[in-house]
Structure formats: C-alpha cells, structure tokens
C-alpha cells in the first residue's frame, strides 16, 4: 500500500469530524475518531472467523465450562467477539444504537475489551447517543475497508500514527511523544541488530524486544519485522510500556492482531511503576520525549536512587528535573542480559536524543556521572548525528545512542562518532516540523560506514573518512580543576570602608559607647593607607586606645575588620591562612584538563605563564565526562573575501536602481 492509499483512509475516518462539529471540541474530536478505528480494524480482522466463533459460543453456552481458549482457537487470534452484531447491524437500528454497541463491545475477550475501555469508550458512546450521532458516525466507519488483505498491520500503523497527529494537533499537544517517523525507526533498528545478522539467521532463534516508552508501537513492529525478514523462523516476543492511554491501546491492539501477547505491553510510567521488574532483553530501543520534566516521579526516583544505589536503576546518578532523557537510558541499562563466559548473551541499545545529554552538567553533576558510568564500563558502542528536521514535533538535530555489553573485540574501549546529518532528502510536502527524510539509499549508506566505521576512521583515503571519527572512552573524560590565587589586600580607612564595617553583625554587637569611640577614633585619623596588615592594626588599635576606648578582641571581630578596610589590589600584601596562602574567591578559576594528563605540568605549561602564583586546589578536582560531537566535526570555513562582498553589494545596488527607474518613468 501507498502513502497516498492510507491517508485516503486517515482522511475517511477523519471525516467522522465534520458529523461531531458543534457537539464536540476540536481537540475531543480523537476521542471519537481513534476507538471506533479500533474497534473497525477488530472487526475487520475478526470477520473470516465470525461464524465459526459464533458456534463454539452456542456450543459452550449452556456448559459450566471456559470456553476462552477453544474460542481463541476458533478466532485464529488471541481475542474474539462472541456477538453476533456487527457494526453494520448496530448501525441499521438507529433506536437501540447505544444499547446494541455496548453489548457487541461487551462481547470481546477481557483483553480486547481493555483497549477500548483505556479510550473511555462507553463515556463517548453515552455522548454521542445523547447528542444524536452515534448511528451516523457508526454508519461511517461501517464504509472503512480495514481488512488485513486490504490494509497489512505495517499499514495500518500508519494510519493510526496520521490519526493521532492529526489529534495531537487539534489537541495543541505534541505529536513527537506518541510516534517516530517510520524511516527514522528503519535505520535505527538496522543500525542496532545489524551486528547480529549471523546469529539471527541461526535456526530456533528467540530473541526479546523492549521499548519502555513504545507509544503506538512503531518501534517494536520494525524490530519484529527485520527481525523475521532475517530469519522467517525466528521467534521475536515483544514487551512495552506507555504512559498515554490512547497510544498504549492502539499499540496493545495492534499486537493483538500480528499474535503477539498483548499483556506484554503494559500501561503506566516506567519510572515509578515498571512493567517488566526484573526481566532482561536481547534488545532494547525507544525515542523518549525530548526535555520533558519528571518532577511527578520524583519522590519514587529519589528514594531508588538513594536507598538502592547500584542496586536499583538509577545508582549512577539523577539528571535535572527538566529533562527525563538519561532515566530512561538507565532503566533500558539495567535490563541487559549479562554476558556469559564464553561471550554469549548480553543485549544492545538504540535510543534516540536531543543534543543535550551529551555534554550537559559539569563535572560531578549527574548527567556527568551517567556519562562517566556508561563509558567506564565500555557500553557506548557509538553515537550517529542525524539530520534536523526529521522529527514532527522538533527541527532540531537528534543523534542515535547504540549501547551494548557485548562489544566486539575491536570495538572494546572504543567509541565510533558518525556524522549523518547529510544524509536525507527533503520531502515533497512537510508535517509539522519534519521537512526532511531519510531515504532507502540514505538508510543503507549510514548503516554500511556504521559497520566499517573503524576501517573508514582509521584510512585517510576513505571516501567518508571526514564523517566518521574513533575515539578512546577516556577521551571524553577530562578532571575539572580548581585554579586559585592569593588574596592580596592593601587596607584603608574610608567612608566607603567604615560604612562596610559599621553594617557588619559582629560591630552592631559591641556595646554602644565602645562602638562610638572607635568609628570617632577612625575618622579623625591623619594616616589613612596602610600596604600591610600588621601596621593598619597596630595604627588602628593606637588610636582606639587614644580615645580611651578598649580594642576589641576575638577572631570574628579580625575578620569582619579586614574584609571591610582591606581593598583588593594587585601590589597588596598576600593573606595567609595558618602561613599559606588565602585564596582569593573572586579570582578562583576553573579548567577542564584532559583525563590523564599530570595536572601540574598543565598549570605550569598553560596558566603560570600569565599567574606565576596560582596553584591548583586538589581537593576541588572532579572527574567529568562530556561528548562533544559537534566540536569533532567542525569544519573552519573562512569568511567571503570582502572585495567579493563588495562586488555583490553593488550588483545589488545597480539592481535595485534599475528596479526603481522602472517604477518611476
């Protein structure tokens, strides 16, 4: 089937919107439009077998018996409907439309009957009885040819996907968190299971797939697909987890129909509620909602991380709250397979990104730690750049993540860099954001550099050598150093100085009269300046005592004197502290020093040349981890020669005279 053919259906279910305009919002209009797909595709998929499901039902009727797997067995599929309405009947009684359509969706399997119940769906058939629509829009969907021989289950997910943008869009919600675009899921799995093409084609495999944030389950039907294209007689299970409702009951559905467990893909976050506690598979892959917060999960993460550590999923470290992205990446993490003795077992990773956990948070944050943790234990297999504009929620650039415990042995200790951001084609008409596309030849081309990255990295005379770069894991690792200097101080007595000191608590402390004494004292001093602070105290106090005051005593008194009279200087004298010297906090520094490099040969060679007395703060010094993809790849172009630019500015000139004269006469 087309593009064009399944938005022609898109396009016939949508249309159901112009019966709800009025009684319905805009933005409720999917709350109609997306069950009752459901429910037609069901009954579409359910007809070849209606009759013989039909008579296990009479046949068991009147039996104190189960009959549940006999009528599965009957169906052909893990669901059945024991009525013997259909939608086409329903509509044709008008009267008793809502009390008909309850009954034919109380007559499905407890399984089938949860999908439409996550959509509400006895709520909107109360509405739109009520509001004297539900025969027509029954009659509507009635016309909608969803056979399987008509529209393939890889089809029909895209009908459901064009459905739910076009709700996401009424809705003003954002239509990247249900869906990816399937070209993007096409290179994504080839790029991960593309490694295993020999061990997959082996008779008897079984292999596992999770995607932890699945939405209408594109991902988990790609990996199905290539999965068995590979090897015709593998067994693939596939498992999910989904916050949406909408989106989790068309994914649970459309598993239902390809024969797979439905239970499998199961409702909620998988944060604080995890469907697949302790369970670990083959492959893992998802596209999580770029920069969404978690503040709602918080309490749970928090107390995981916590009281578990590396025992639970999150051990590693917590990313900011505004950005979820590194949690799922922990979760999928702490579901690999361990790697047996002989090299057996383990899993691989795909999950897509915004540009933002690569580098963001310094060193000892926790996204720094994520990172630090992931590559230590050599799990980063490589990164791929992607091209802007492919999403249809974002323009931005996105990379791929392929993670693994089972790294090959030229791969151990290393990390592959893939520049594919050139690698699209622009599309003939957008959606949304996405203007760009990955073509098959696009597709295949990363995939092949992506499986001979190291021969291309390490070969100047590859083609593509400029696109792909190798780097050790500890590469990306730097120590972030303190660089601190003395605190140099000259003292003076000013209004300025005196003001500062007579607002500190420690003076506001001293009795009335000795505090009057001594600001009197300090203002009619002759000698105001001092270079050190030995003779501004010993000044200071002789005029104190001049007065007939007493001189205040106690180190809290000390220290709020010399910070108010000691003005930085460059020529002032250096502070010490127990004879080192104090440093100075506004002149401290910061460095991010290679990891490995000898710290004190950096500040001799890189910051003694312009601070000959700074030193470094080793008891600051923190370990960092950042990938900074695009700094790798950066290409210097030099600015346009400005006889060129002048040239230009002219033409344009003459043109615009031109252009005016022409006005004019």
Known sequence: MNSSKHTELANHAWSVADLLRGDYKQSDYGKVILPFTVLRRLECVLEPTREKVTQITEQYKDCDIDADRFLRRASGHSFYNTSNLTLKKIAADPQSAAKNLTVYVGAFSDNARGVLDRFEFAQQIKRLDSAGLLYQVIGKFTDLDLRPEVVPNHNMGYIFEELIRRFSEQSNETAGEHFTPREVIQLMVRLLVAPDGDALQLPGAVRTVLDPACGTGGMLSAMDDLITELNPDATVEVFGQELNPESWAICRSDLMIKGQDPENIRFGNSFSDDGHQRKSFDYMLANPPFGVEWKKVKDEVTAEHEQLGDAGRFGAGLPRINDGSLLFLQHMISKMKPVDVEGGGGSRIAIVFNGSPLFTGAAGSGESEIRRWILENDWLEGIVALP??????????????????????????????????????????????????????????????????????????????????????????????????????????????????????????????????????????????????????????????????????????????????????????????????????????????????????????????????????????????????????????????????????????????????????
């Not at 931005?396 to 030229?410: A, E, G, H, M, V």
């Not at 957008?430 to 995939?447: C, N, T, W």
């Not at 009269?513 to 602070?533: C, G, L, N, Y």
């Open 388 to 665: 802007d504009q492919l999403f249809y929620n974002t323009g931005i650039s996105t990379f791929f993540w392929i993670l693994t415990n089972r790294k090959s042995p030229d791969h151990k200790g290393k990390v592959v860099l893939l520049d594919a951001r050139d690698q699209w084609q622009k599309m003939r008409k957008s959606l949304g954001d996405k203007r760009k596309e990955l073509g098959k030849d696009h597709i295949a081309a990363v995939v092949k550099l992506y499986g001979e990255a190291l021969e291309a990295a390490g070969d100047a005379e590859h083609p593509l050598h400029g696109k792909v770069k190798v780097f050790r894991n500890e590469d990306f690792g730097y120590q972030r150093i303190t660089v601190e200097r003395p605190l140099k101080l000259r003292f003076e007595v000013t209004d300025e100085t005196l003001a500062a000191l007579e607002a500190s608590k420690v003076i506001q402390k001293l009795p009335q009269k000795q505090s009057i004494v001594m600001f009197d004292a300090f203002e009619s001093m002759d000698v105001t300046s001092w270079a050190t602070k030995q003779e501004a105290w010993l000044a200071l106090k002789d005029a104190v005592v001049a007065a007939g005051s007493t001189w205040p005593t106690g180190a809290p008194f000390n220290k709020a004197l010399r910070d108010a009279i000691g003005v930085r200087n460059p020529e002032g004298e250096v502070q010490l502290v127990k004879g080192q010297p104090e440093p100075d906090p506004e002149l401290r520094d910061y460095e991010n020093v290679p990891l490995g490099e000898d710290v004190e040969e950096y500040l001799t060679r890189e910051v003694h040349p312009h601070v000959p007395d700074a030193w470094i703060d080793h008891s600051k010094t923190k370990i960092g981890y950042e990938i900074p993809f695009t700094r790798h790849f950066y290409v210097y172009e030099p600015p346009r020669p400005l006889a060129e630019i002048d040239a230009d500015l002219k033409a344009l000139e003459a043109e615009i005279q031109g252009l005016l004269r022409e006005v004019t006469e």
